[in-house]
């Protein structure tokens, strides 16, 4: 026994103290390292949860268990979501649940803080994956691919305060559909929206619009306005919050906590606060001050031809031109697009559900480059599926918890997509971008 030394008056109380204590308890005073310490305390924790009567039995914060009967729901959803994919020619591609740390980091702008860091034996330094695009960028990079259609279905990790009614959670399932490699300019991106009014239309949730922006453009408005390029970012972090947050919360953030100068901030607001149609972007394009920046240009020319694709495909009805729209993400390099609910069925003396942006995506020509050694760039275009939202309409709709409508599921989820998405057309026979993987 190792010895504890000579002992005075209140260090022996303290002591026998000690020693009185339950068989299961930790005594600290009587254990010499920091390891010692931790097994202690772990085998503490690890007693039956009958000794411990604040145990609380629950998942983790941010995270949920699925009955056999809702995984029925959530696999016929993704059966759906799939079936699309693969008819417009994408393969299954699948990566592993966490990646070098330095893959994720300042790949996400001001988001990169919600990423869920690990440490595994050896001391590298891992983190859990945030989404499915910069594994694929990594990927390709990885392996040289120049040309791919896949697409990815998984759990992803956030540490973002959860919502559960609205389907915001720490642990979700992302299902992703990209198009890597050089085609003829706005055929991937129109696709992928084509897939998206596809996939939306064949829930039947109810009644949707997908906005559509450029980052080229935002950059050009910046730039016209007065804003500091190396507050571009910043800015554009603050704008992709006004579909949560008014105007002029927005301003204050700008001006309070970004350093805006506040006439700046209002000439932002005249631009970031219109939408419409193929007509605003033809009325932007005569705007005198954008005209004159080469970003704004590109952009505007480049939704104006995806405008041409989208009347074509017969879906331009389903797309707003919304220069509120940002998407936050740091890795965005051209046109971006984001899908709504604009009304959520509700049963009878129910709330409409509001779960925000159910599928979205955009073009990200540079992240490849970001990780292969000569910086060899691959574009590339996708979308997002919002699998966890669209379950939680679907399940409040079925009141899956009370066990009830199930009869009715297929009428709700139809098996086929609606015969008014059927086009004859050569285009909608066949998938529009052959993504056969190509090294």
């Known amino acids: ?19 009185r204590r339950p068989p299961g308890a930790v005594c600290i005073g009587a254990v010499r390292s920091h390891s010692q310490v931790a097994e202690a305390t772990l085998a503490s924790q690890l007693k ?7 145990f609380i039995l629950k998942t983790p914060k941010g995270t949920r268990d699925f009955s056999p009967q809702q995984m029925v729901v959530r696999e016929k959803i993704l059966d759906m979501v799939v079936s699309c994919f693969k008819r417009h020619g994408a393969k299954r591609l699948d990566t592993p649940a966490f990646e070098l740390k330095e893959m994720l980091t300042e790949r996400y702008g001001e988001d990169s803080g919600l990423i869920y860091d690990l440490k595994d034996q050896g001391g590298e330094l891992l983190s859990l994956r945030y989404d499915l695009t910069v594994p694929f960028a990594r990927y390709l990079a990885m392996n040289k691919v120049k040309k791919m259609k896949r697409y990815h279905v998984g759990k992803v990790w956030r540490r973002e305060s959860p919502t559960i009614v609205q389907g915001r959670y720490r642990e979700f399932c992302q299902c992703d559909f990209d198009i890597a490699g050089h085609f003829d300019p706005m055929i991937p991106d129109a696709e992928c929206l084509k897939i998206m009014c596809e996939i939306l239309s064949g829930l039947q949730l109810g009644d949707f619009l997908i906005k559509v922006n450029d980052r080229r453009l935002l950059d ?12 571009f970012h910043a800015i554009c972090s603050s704008v992709d919050k006004l579909d949560k947050m008014s105007w002029k919360d927005v301003r204050h953030e700008m001006v309070a906590k970004r350093g805006l100068a506040p006439e700046v901030a209002d000439r932002i607001g005249d631009y970031v606060q219109c939408h419409g149609g193929v007509s605003l972007v033809e009325d932007m394009l005569q705007d005198p001050e954008l005209s004159r920046n080469k970003q704004a240009l590109e952009g505007l020319g480049d939704l104006k031809l995806l405008f041409d694709y989208l009347t074509l495909f017969g879906i331009a009805e389903k797309i707003s031109f919304d220069l509120s729209l940002a998407r936050g993400l740091d ?4 046109v971006i697009y984001e899908a709504v609910l604009l009304q959520t069925p509700a049963q009878a003396g129910e709330e409409p559900l509001n779960v925000g942006s159910v599928a979205a995506g955009g073009r990200y020509d540079g992240l490849v480059g970001m990780f292969d050694p000569k910086g060899r760039k691959v574009p590339c275009v996708g979308l997002s599926i919002g699998v966890e939202r669209i379950f939680s309409i679907v399940e409040q709709r079925l009141e899956v918890g009370l066990g009830a409508g199930w009869a009715t599921f297929w009428q709700l989820v ?13 285009l909608d026979k066949e998938p529009l971008c052959k993504g056969t993987c190509k090294r």
């Open 1 to 19: 026994m190792p010895q504890l030394g000579f002992l005075h008056g209140r260090a022996w109380a303290a002591l026998l103290g000690q020693l």
């Open 48 to 54: 039956p949860h009958k000794e411990k009567p604040n």
């Open 220 to 231: 050009g408005i910046f730039a016209v306005c007065g804003v500091p390029e190396s507050k």
């Open 331 to 334: 890795y965005y390099t051209g």
């Open 414 to 426: 139809a098996p086929e997509l609606s015969s008014k998405e059927a086009s004859s057309t050569a």
